[in-house]
């Protein structure tokens, strides 16, 4: 006789409770198969195989086992009982009992020898947490006229510092994103190198290229500490994933319209969103928590290009500024706000002083900050975003005035 006793059918949620008398933790599983002893618990981790748990043969009464998703990866590789010639809750050992949810925890229970092995408690523990906010930011790269590798840093206030002489190639027509929590990466541009930023600020030297080489794309954090660069000019839609260690990927084929001059940014708890663009596009493109980015949505506001995005509020967004091009260059300070679950709003009347070729990052838990710019003209003057996203007066500029640069935010300390 076989089948499956299914687990956690509610996916309940509380605590494991302990063993009668004490309990012996051993060292992590990470074997395909295991056989497991009474009175001990087991943190099972399945990252790189499903296992097998073999239960003691002659266990007495009241003999518990205790078994827990070490690495939250049951859902992907799942634990097998194999109650080792006993009945597991009064089937015989001929059925298949399987735990294949996430953050799964177990208490077994030896009842004797009528109804076997009992589960105690099963349990699918939480894990709803975010990352702790960036609350720093940093400008970086960008053209005068020349291009130049200088950076400012954003205390948790919204005070922008003085020009950092910079590290790496100076370039511009780049993207940046924070990614691994409280760091971020500056990524392609006129020249195709990468450069990691530590939770302290600290720019480092370039990084070779990988992926295709191009300028004019925008990128964003997702999935709570990763980052992914995407689209560009000459019409790519590729993208690039960027790992919890600042590790870029491969070229991922794009999807969606190819472009430049976009932006991006995350939303909600780790989404992200692309949005706008050349050809004077108002079209987005969301960022599943998986990286995965989805085909166009109907844009909403006005359609234009070389604009900035930053989160705000901990979980909603904004677009901000930009331009397009009729016989002559028209500039825009409109914002359009982007709710929790990514839906883009109409404009907003901007406020500041109109501009394409900004940068845009959050700072200070919960604000944002638009900087630099082009209004026929390089600026350096910046826009304060506040926790409900209103966009607030000019600030006078710090730093060289410039465009075409970069910014994210960065570290958990403010």
């Not at 509380?14 to 992590?28: F, I, N, T």
């Not at 009982?81 to 177990?106: L, M």
């Not at 969606?256 to 663009?277: E, K, M, S």
């Not at 002559?328 to 982007?338: A, E, F, M, P, R």
């Amino acid at each position: 006789m076989s089948g499956a006793v299914k687990s956690n059918v509610f996916g309940s949620s509380g605590s494991v409770a302990a063993a009668a008398g004490g309990l012996k933790w051993e060292a992590v599983v990470t074997a395909s198969t295991v056989t497991v002893e009474s009175n001990r618990g087991y943190f099972v981790n399945t990252t790189s195989n499903a296992c097998t748990i073999t239960l003691p043969a002659s266990p007495s009464v009241g003999d518990q086992v205790i078994l827990l998703d070490y690495l939250r990866t049951w859902d992907t590789n799942a634990v097998t009982i194999d109650s080792n010639g006993n009945d597991f809750q009064n089937q015989s050992d001929d059925y298949v009992v399987d735990y294949d949810t996430e953050g799964q925890g177990i208490n077994i229970v030896f009842s004797g020898s009528t109804n076997g092995w009992i589960p105690n408690s099963d349990i699918a523990n939480a894990f709803d947490h975010t990352a702790p906010p960036t609350q720093k930011a940093i400008f970086g790269f960008g053209t005068t006229g020349s291009n130049v590798s200088l950076t400012n840093l954003v205390n948790s206030s919204g005070v922008i510092a003085a020009d950092v002489s910079g590290v790496g190639t100076a370039r511009n027509s780049l993207a940046a994103a924070s990614f691994g929590g409280d760091k971020a990466i500056f990524g392609f541009g006129t020249t195709h190198v990468s450069n990691l930023v530590s939770n302290s600020g600290v720019v480092a030297s370039d990084t070779s290229g990988v992926g295709t080489s191009r300028g004019d794309l925008a990128a964003c954090g997702f999935g709570l500490d990763k980052a992914i660069f995407g689209y560009g000019a000459d019409t790519h839609s590729i993208t690039n994933l960027v790992s919890n260690s600042g590790v870029i990927a491969a070229d991922v084929t794009g999807v969606g319209t190819g472009r430049g001059g976009l932006a991006a940014t995350g939303y909600g708890v780790d989404l992200g969103v692309f949005g706008y663009g050349t050809g004077f596009t108002s079209v987005t493109n969301k960022v599943s928590n998986t990286g995965v980015v989805s085909a166009n949505t109907t844009g909403v506001g006005t359609a234009r290009n070389y604009l900035a995005a930053a989160r705000y509020g901990g979980d909603k967004a904004l677009f901000g500024y930009g331009s397009t091009y009729s016989g002559g260059y028209s500039y825009y300070s409109i914002t359009n706000l982007v709710s929790n679950s990514g839906v883009v709003a109409t404009d907003t009347s901007g406020v500041g002083t109109e501009r394409s070729d900004p940068a845009a990052a959050s700072y200070g838990g919960d604000k944002a900050i638009f900087a630099y710019g082009n209004t026929g003209s390089n600026v350096s003057m910046s826009n304060l975003v506040n926790n409900v996203g209103t966009v607030a007066a000019d600030v006078s500029g710090v730093g060289t005035a410039r465009r075409h640069l970069a910014a994210a935010g960065f570290s958990f300390s403010a």
